[in-house]
């Protein structure tokens, strides 16, 4: 039990001793004094709110203009065998 | 200059008396952070997080506490949901422990097998303290690596003494339960 309890301090004591970078402080001054992160992420829920209200939009208005193909189109019955008539290709004399 | 004095200067617009809080305070937040994240950049990372909601919210402070026991608050709570942030990145985290660890036996610096130990020994002493529940562990944090005194870490947990008195024991007993077959002989 000891010895775990030795091993714990040593560990906390060798991160405790662990040096933050001397530039810290002007890094975290730099990231305050230019604040436009922040402007971006403000406007990225809205901008996203938009675009998605807009595919929705888009996509009842897509869905809506569909019409059907309708039947009109007249089908034409063709019996081949009523136009060429195998008596065609037997032309002799006897017809 | 006190505290109160340059939070004043600061919301009067005096912008740059912000970096005399930075520097009074940036150790004090690095050691808090590390004791979570056990790692320097993330540490670095977080302690930039923290004095950048800090700075957001100064004009929130009403000096009814400490500004130290204000921006211990802020410390740990940023570490925590950093920490469960962190959490759900998990996969990416064991990759990197499984390269990291592959390099440090490759280094052949040191006898590869007493490095791997000791490699162990931190891992488990590290998984340890990251397992004990979220309460127990701000309070033991805030005892090893801060230093802060039984009553100070009840100010900062707005707990009652008692209370941390028993959070901190709890999470002594744990640990050396989690830890005394492995570490512990």
Not at chain 1, 17 to 40: C, D, G, H, K, Y
């Amino acid at each position: 039990m000891m010895n775990a309890e030795k091993n714990i301090q040593e560990f906390i004591n060798r991160e405790k001793q662990i040096q933050p970078n001397p530039f810290l402080s002007t890094r975290i001054m730099a990231r305050i004094e230019t604040p436009q992160v922040e402007t971006v992420s403000r406007w990225k829920p809205v901008v996203l709110t938009v675009s998605l209200l807009l595919a929705v939009v888009l996509g009842i208005g897509i869905g809506k203009s569909y019409r059907p193909a309708s039947d009109t189109t007249t089908g034409v019955s063709i019996n081949d065998s009523d136009i060429e008539g195998l008596a065609y290709f037997n032309m002799n004399g006897d017809e | 200059m006190s505290d109160q004095q340059i939070i004043e200067e600061i919301l009067k617009g005096n912008q740059t008396m912000f970096r005399l809080l930075v520097e009074k305070y940036q150790k004090m937040v690095f050691v808090t952070a590390i004791g979570f994240v056990h790692n320097k950049e993330d540490a670095e990372d977080l302690t930039q997080e923290i004095f950048v909601k800090v700075w957001e919210s100064l004009s929130s402070f009403k000096g009814d506490s400490e500004f130290s026991t204000w921006l211990y608050r802020i410390a740990v709570n940023s570490s925590i949901n950093s920490v469960q942030k962190k959490q759900q990145n998990h996969f990416i985290e064991l990759a990197e422990e499984w390269i990291q660890s592959f390099f440090h036996v490759e280094s052949g610096e040191k006898d590869s097998q007493q490095l791997l130990e000791a490699n162990e020994t931190d891992a488990a002493i590290q998984k340890a303290i990251d397992s004990l529940p979220v309460s127990q562990r701000t309070a033991f944090l805030l005892s090893t690596y801060d230093d802060l005194s039984q009553k100070q870490i009840a100010d900062v947990m707005q707990r009652s003494e008692g209370a941390v008195e028993q959070l901190l024991q709890r999470a002594k007993t744990n640990l050396q339960i989690k830890l005394g077959s492995r570490v512990g002989k």
